[in-house]
């Protein structure tokens, strides 16, 4: 079986003068939870609508579940669930009935209580018999979910799923991908809310103008002499000692306690990177009195990653790293 549910090479496409995608390659590995990171018009609802066949591309190819798209394209539909930024609602039927409405489409056999799960899946089940045009823009965003879960699709595509849903709906549709790929499903979604990729994805995909900046698991995808700045100190004496001497130090931009003898620092200014940025908090603590056990770089948050990759002194990496997996 093929590790990628999904995998791109040197996918281009163009609208008019504009390039929105240029030699896009990366891959998703099966059964995980993929994110697809970028600015406002980098590009990923042009790839996504690529793999779904939504668009065709000018140049390039695409493997869905180890079969390239252009091959048992009617088969590979039904393998796939793909969930579009704006999504139409028909706002006179009820949840219930869009439902069965689609599994008709797809021609689901055992529809009635195919629906029932999903409806249940996505948290509906109460306000199953309600109309669409009624409900909160989360709930219309569960439907929309359930839809695209009708079919029992091995990969699911989902733009910007979590767009405008509040802090519990993040919470849920979180919950929901969770569970997906408990069953053993692969997700690839888009979205800006970095920390909420951070909590749920195994892996994320960055683009920017059109092109992939890389792909892969964030720790691996800061750029080389790039560091976060924030390190993990652990200490033989208890943290609470010395918060409030270190965070007093001039170098010090930032210190909180993690646990009773680790503490996360981050020192001010330009700071320097790797090795040197741990050999100078040593040095810090030891003038101060206190004695390191062990200075660690904190993992990258997808943040620190982002941001880094988007600098423009980060230039777009050229060689087609984006098959990592
Ligand atoms: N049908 C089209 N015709 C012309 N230009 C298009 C078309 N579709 C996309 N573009 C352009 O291609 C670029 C990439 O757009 P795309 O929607 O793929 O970006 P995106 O990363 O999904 O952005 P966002 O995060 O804002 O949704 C943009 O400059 C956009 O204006």
Redesign the pocket.
């Known amino acids: 079986m093929a590790i990628h549910a999904l995998a791109v090479y040197a996918l281009s496409k163009t609208?008019?003068a504009?390039r929105?995608?240029e030699d896009a390659t990366f891959a998703v590995t099966r059964g995980e939870i993929a994110g697809f990171l970028?600015?406002?018009?980098?590009?990923?609802?042009?790839?996504m609508n690529m793999i779904v066949g939504l668009t065709e591309p000018d140049a390039g190819e695409i493997e869905l579940l180890g079969v390239r798209r252009g091959n048992r394209r009617r088969e590979l539909r039904m393998l796939v669930g793909y969930l579009q930024?704006k999504p139409r609602i028909y706002p006179e039927m009820t949840a219930r009935g869009y439902l069965r409405f689609f599994a008709d489409l797809y021609g689901i056999v055992d529809s009635g209580s195919r629906v029932g799960e999903v409806i249940e899946r996505v948290g509906l089940a109460s306000a199953a018999d309600r109309r669409l045009g009624n409900f909160s823009r989360g709930m219309q965003q569960r439907a929309c979910l359930a839809r695209v879960m009708l079919h029992r699709p091995e990969l699911l595509i989902l733009?910007?799923p979590t767009l405008g849903l509040d802090p519990n709906g993040i919470a849920d549709m979180r919950a929901i991908f969770r569970e997906m790929k408990a069953e053993g499903v692969t997700l690839l979604f888009?979205s800006?809310q970095l920390a909420e990729m951070e909590r749920v994805c195994d892996s994320v995909v960055f683009?920017r103008r059109?092109r992939v900046l890389a792909a892969g698991r964030p720790a691996e995808l800061l750029p080389p002499g790039v560091s976060t700045g924030s390190l993990a100190v652990e200490l033989y004496e208890p943290a609470a000692h010395c918060l409030e001497h270190i965070a007093g130090l001039p170098e010090v931009e930032h210190v909180r306690q993690t646990a009773p003898h680790r503490v996360e620092l981050v020192l001010g200014g330009r700071t320097a990177c790797g090795r040197d940025a741990r050999a100078q908090a040593a040095r810090l603590f030891l003038r101060a009195g206190y004695t390191v056990l062990a200075i660690d770089a904190a993992a990258p948050s997808l943040e620190d990653v982002f941001i880094s990759l988007t600098r423009p002194e980060n230039p777009v990496r050229q060689e087609p790293a984006g098959l990592v997996h």
């Not at 970028?38 to 790839?47: E, F, I, M, R, Y």
Request: charge should be negative; charged fraction near 25%; proline fraction near 5%.
């Open positions: 609208f008019g504009k929105a995608v970028g600015p406002n018009g980098a590009g990923k609802t042009t790839v930024e733009d910007e888009s800006h683009m059109g």
